[in-house]
């Protein structure tokens, strides 16, 4: 499996946020994407999995499902967590696995990898922003997809939390998977590689993602 | 279970803990209600005369009271991004969040109607087709409330401008359902007549409604 861009180019608010992106990441590795702040990580991220439209270029994942599109195939770990604080530790999972279309999951698993499995029946709205954050992640543990898109993934987690995370990218990686991870901070990630949009945000500059 | 009935569930929880909005339409239409007799005094004859008017009235209002927090809710929490880019379609997921609104709002209003009936001096004829009535038209109110609680799912206080926009086109579903209920009570029309132009409002509703408020989520996601 393959996801390929081409030429991506973005627009928000009548302002060209970058233009000219490319890069391609096969299963297994795995691209963090930095830039300073308006840069366009979670733009791209977004354009990925069709929340923002492309003003150009193109996106492909070779090997992937033909009937589904990139978005279908593809877990979206966003700035907000998509919990319902009145709704429990395992509801808020069970929902987002049954909506994702995970049939039979075993949802211990999962929320002992998060460290959540202790609070699986206490309401969302008393979790901190770190546990909100582990359960969101254990949402892209629920259900099987190859495509990980990860914006900002380590906020608001503890030193430990963030070796987990790394833990856990890490398996998915070698289980073919790929990540594509908009991040400033250090990202427990072996061997990813890195796509600066700062470099990118002239229009007309061309940059390949380097090693 | 499959993604709709999940959404389905979801939303309808939600709905019943602390925090919901289930309850409090049912307790905005017993309050609008039963302050109608105050204001005009007890004069019995006009009570019964205007009864189903004022409590349709108060149905659309109710029915319009939670509607604005139904995707906006969502859109704030995250939860409407990973929605548009699922599997299911997204038509049928704004239908399956209508219908639990419908069920947690819309059903408690209809079931309170004919008790609350009472103070409008409402007899078992004129409640059983105010009912009726009730339990046609107000999935037509929810349905057409989601276009607009969809276009104004960005903006803050969005509530103002959702009954703004959806008040007026309620207005044909107001006006064949108390047409329907007052048939029934004074006539000298037939109730089938009101009744069945309800019905089609409804149907209508059931589909524009999805459909216009999946594409006003879509536009506004940009």
Same mark, same amino acid.
């Given at each position: 499996?393959?996801?390929?861009?081409?030429?991506?180019?973005?627009?928000?608010?009548?302002?060209?946020?970058?233009?000219?992106?490319?890069?391609?990441?096969a299963?297994?590795?795995?691209?963090?994407?930095?830039?300073?702040?308006? =840069?366009?990580k979670?733009?791209?991220?977004?354009?990925?999995?069709?929340?923002?439209?492309?003003?150009?270029?193109?996106?492909?994942l070779e090997?992937?499902?033909?009937?589904?599109?990139?978005?279908e195939?593809?877990?979206?770990?966003?700035?907000?967590?998509?919990? #319902?604080?009145?709704?429990?530790?395992?509801?808020?999972?069970?929902?987002?696995?049954?909506?994702?279309?995970?049939?039979?999951?075993?949802?211990?698993?999962?929320?002992?990898?998060?460290?959540l499995?202790?609070?699986?029946?206490?309401?969302? =709205?008393y979790?901190?922003?770190?546990?909100?954050?582990?359960?969101?992640?254990?949402?892209?543990?629920?259900? #099987?997809r190859?495509?990980?898109?990860?914006?900002?993934?380590?906020?608001?987690?503890?030193?430990a939390?963030?070796?987990?995370?790394?833990?856990?990218?890490?398996?998915?990686?070698?289980?073919?998977?790929?990540?594509?991870?908009?991040?400033?901070?250090?990202?427990?990630?072996?061997?990813?590689?890195?796509?600066?949009?700062?470099?990118?945000?002239?229009?007309?500059?061309?940059?390949?993602?380097?090693? | 279970?499959?993604?709709?009935?999940?959404?389905?569930?979801?939303?309808?929880?939600?709905?019943?803990?602390?925090?919901?909005?289930?309850?409090?339409?049912?307790?905005?239409?017993?309050?609008?209600?039963?302050?109608?007799?105050?204001?005009?005094?007890?004069?019995?004859?006009?009570? #019964?005369?205007?009864?189903?008017?004022?409590?349709?009235?108060?149905?659309?209002?109710?029915?319009?009271?939670?509607?604005?927090?139904?995707?906006?809710?969502?859109?704030d929490?995250?939860?409407?991004?990973?929605?548009?880019?699922?599997?299911?379609?997204?038509?049928?997921?704004?239908?399956? #969040?209508?219908?639990?609104?419908?069920?947690?709002?819309?059903?408690?209003?209809?079931?309170?109607?004919?008790?609350?009936?009472?103070?409008?001096?409402?007899?078992?004829?004129?409640?059983?087709?105010?009912?009726?009535?009730?339990?046609?038209?107000?999935?037509?109110?929810?349905?057409?409330?989601?276009?607009?609680?969809?276009?104004?799912?960005?903006?803050?206080?969005?509530?103002?401008?959702?009954?703004?926009?959806?008040?007026?086109l309620?207005?044909?579903?107001?006006?064949?359902?108390?047409?329907?209920?007052?048939?029934?009570?004074?006539?000298?029309?037939?109730?089938g007549?009101p009744?069945?132009?309800?019905?089609?409002?409804?149907l209508?509703?059931?589909?524009?409604?999805?459909?216009?408020?999946?594409?006003?989520?879509?536009?506004?996601?940009?």
């Open positions: 499996m393959r996801l390929s861009a081409t030429d991506l180019a973005c627009r928000r608010g009548g302002r060209d946020v970058f233009a000219g992106v490319s890069f391609s990441v299963s297994g590795e795995s691209l963090t994407i930095r830039g300073r702040n308006g =840069a366009g979670s733009s791209l991220l977004r354009m990925v999995v069709g929340l923002v439209r492309l003003a150009g270029g193109r996106l492909l090997g992937g499902d033909p009937e589904l599109t990139i978005g195939q593809a877990h979206y770990l966003g700035h907000l967590d998509a919990l #319902k604080p009145s709704l429990s530790v395992e509801e808020n999972l069970r929902f987002w696995s049954a909506f994702l279309g995970a049939t039979d999951v075993d949802f211990n698993e999962p929320l002992r990898a998060a460290g499995d202790v609070l699986s029946d206490l309401p969302a =709205a979790l901190s922003a770190g546990q909100r954050r582990r359960l969101s992640i254990a949402r892209l543990l629920a259900v #099987k190859p495509l990980w898109l990860l914006d900002e993934p380590t906020s608001a987690l503890d030193a939390a963030q070796m987990r995370l790394g833990e856990i990218m890490q398996s998915h990686l070698a289980g073919g998977g790929i990540i594509l991870a908009a991040t400033h901070g250090p990202l427990q990630l072996d061997g990813a590689r890195e796509l600066n949009l700062d470099s990118v945000s002239a229009p007309t500059a061309v940059m390949e993602a380097s090693a | 279970m499959t993604p709709i009935t999940a959404i389905l569930v979801r939303d309808m929880r939600i709905a019943v803990r602390v925090g919901g909005g289930a309850l409090m339409g049912v307790l905005f239409f017993l309050v609008v209600v039963t302050l109608i007799p105050f204001a005009l005094g007890p004069d019995l004859a006009l009570l #019964k005369r205007i009864g189903p008017a004022i409590l349709w009235l108060a149905a659309l209002l109710a029915s319009l009271l939670a509607l604005d927090r139904l995707f906006a809710a969502d859109h929490d995250g939860s409407l991004d990973l929605l548009l880019m699922g599997r299911a379609p997204l038509e049928i997921v704004v239908a399956a #969040k209508g219908l639990a609104h419908w069920l947690t709002t819309g059903l408690p209003l209809v079931i309170a109607a004919p008790l609350i009936g009472l103070f409008l001096n409402l007899d078992a004829p004129a409640a059983g087709a105010l009912v009726l009535t009730l339990l046609v038209g107000t999935p037509a109110l929810t349905f057409i409330g989601l276009i607009g609680a969809a276009i104004a799912v960005t903006l803050r206080r969005g509530g103002l401008l959702l009954a703004v926009l959806v008040l007026p309620t207005v044909p579903v107001l006006i064949f359902g108390v047409a329907a209920a007052n048939a029934a009570v004074v006539g000298p029309i037939p109730f007549t009744f069945t132009i309800l019905c089609a409002l409804t209508a509703s059931l589909v524009v409604g999805p459909f216009a408020a999946a594409a006003a989520l879509r536009q506004e996601m940009e």
